[in-house]
Nanobody, 125 residues
């Protein structure tokens, strides 16, 4: 059974940076495209970024393009989300998700097979 554990969230001032990590276990990491989603209070979970199994395909929501960078280290079974120039509207619980045997880049929550428990990111103004 695949297990995902996010870390790296916290409280940061607007304009600051955070790096989220998601540790993958219980399966073959290279068989999964990976994604990051977020959910703010009272809102639906939304797509943030995705990466193909090889790391060659990168996909971003318009709201984070140019500020966030997704990457993966297949040797360490870990996916990352580097978040720069953070804004108060980036405040949310951030989730990583695994998409089995797909090339990557899917943006719907229903496309992903496994989810982590989430990590809180709070950006103060």
């Amino acid at each position: 059974q695949v297990h995902l554990v996010e870390s790296g969230g916290g409280l940061v001032q607007a304009g600051g940076s955070l790096r989220l990590s998601c540790a993958f276990s219980g399966g073959t990491f290279e068989s999964y495209a990976m994604g990051w989603f977020r959910q703010a209070p009272g809102k639906e979970r939304e797509f943030v970024a995705a990466i193909s199994w090889s790391g060659g395909g990168l996909y971003y929501a318009d709201s984070v393009k140019g500020r966030f960078t997704i990457s993966r280290d297949n040797a360490k079974n870990t996916v990352f989300l580097q978040m720069n120039s953070l804004k108060p509207e980036d405040t949310a619980v951030y989730y990583c998700a695994a998409d089995w045997r797909h090339a990557g880049g899917r943006r719907s929550t229903s496309d992903y097979d496994y989810w982590g428990q989430g990590t809180q990111v709070t950006v103060s103004s």
